[in-house]
């Protein structure tokens, strides 16, 4: 925006150099005058330049005529922040409870001076937990309800990047919903936050489940288990894993095992005879 009456406005009408051209009398031999102009810089870039002329209506032996009379140029350099979010699995996907989601924020200076004081967030999603010392850089969780990661850095100079990672593990819900993760970057010389979100759709988990085990026998592993409600379940698939962790697992071969708590609970029973005990 400019004004060349000195005075910031309010609307957002861009400027060009004609808008601000401002006819500033006669000048006396010896005799200076100024005005203030305001400029909003807009888009991205390393640089602004501006380019400032002087005309007079009268030439050297006083004759009407429009003549420049002197010109100079400013040339400004540009505070430039941008902040990108990526994930595994990627955005936009299907998720389940228990399954682990890896965020990675990229931090770049695309401006044309260096930044002091960047500050770097990652918001935890609220139906999700922190996965504990997954943070690269490391940094402690704290601040905020779900938690916040906070890096400090100390100055980021022109064409540098900064990149953050870290993991969260997907809560059980039973109605599902979205898990959204938000970041934030900002620095001294750009106050004002960059955001980015990334989404992932959260499958309800439409069971009671009362009891599981799985008894190692001869033939195999005996799994059962005992469901006191079920909500528009088809039936289930069994996955199989040496720890917690659902990206570890895999699902056992065989058709899905139809559900038969339509009007409660059920009970199962299946024994898979891929495995045996410790296997």
Not at 121 to 132: H, K, L, Q
Request: no cysteine; charged share 15%; glycine share 14%.
């Amino acid at each position: 925006m400019g004004d060349p009456n000195g005075e910031n406005p309010l609307d957002e009408t861009i400027l060009t150099w004609e808008d601000v051209t401002k006819d500033l009398g006669t000048i006396a031999p010896g005799e200076s005058v100024s005005f203030v102009t305001y400029f909003q810089v807009i888009g991205s870039g390393a640089s602004a330049t501006n380019r400032v002329e002087i005309v007079s209506a009268l030439d050297e032996f006083g004759d009407n005529a429009l003549v420049e009379a002197a010109a100079d140029m400013v040339t400004l350099p540009i505070a430039g922040l941008t902040l990108s979010m990526d994930s595994t699995p990627p955005p936009g996907t299907e998720v389940e409870g228990g399954q682990r989601i890896e965020y990675t924020l990229l931090v770049t200076n695309t401006g044309g001076i260096d930044h002091s004081g960047l500050a770097v967030r990652g918001e935890i999603p609220a139906n999700a937990a922190y996965v504990a010392g997954s943070a690269q850089p490391p940094v402690a969780i704290g601040g905020r309800a779900g938690g916040e990661l906070l890096w400090a850095v100390d100055s980021l100079a022109q064409n540098g990047i900064f990149v953050a990672r870290f993991s969260v593990e997907v809560l059980g819900d039973e109605f599902g919903g979205s898990v959204i993760a938000t970041g934030q970057a900002s620095s001294d010389q750009s106050p004002n936050p960059r955001t980015a979100q990334i989404l992932h759709v959260a499958l309800p988990t439409a069971i009671e489940l009362l009891r599981f085990t799985a008894i190692p026998g001869e033939g195999g592993v005996t799994i059962e288990w005992v469901t006191g409600a079920e909500i528009d379940t088809w039936g289930f698939y069994l996955r199989r894993g040496k720890d917690n962790v659902f990206a570890h697992s895999q699902r056992l071969a065989g058709d899905l095992i139809p559900g038969v708590g339509a009007n409660g609970g059920g009970a199962y029973q299946v024994v898979d005879s891929t495995t045996s005990h410790g296997g």
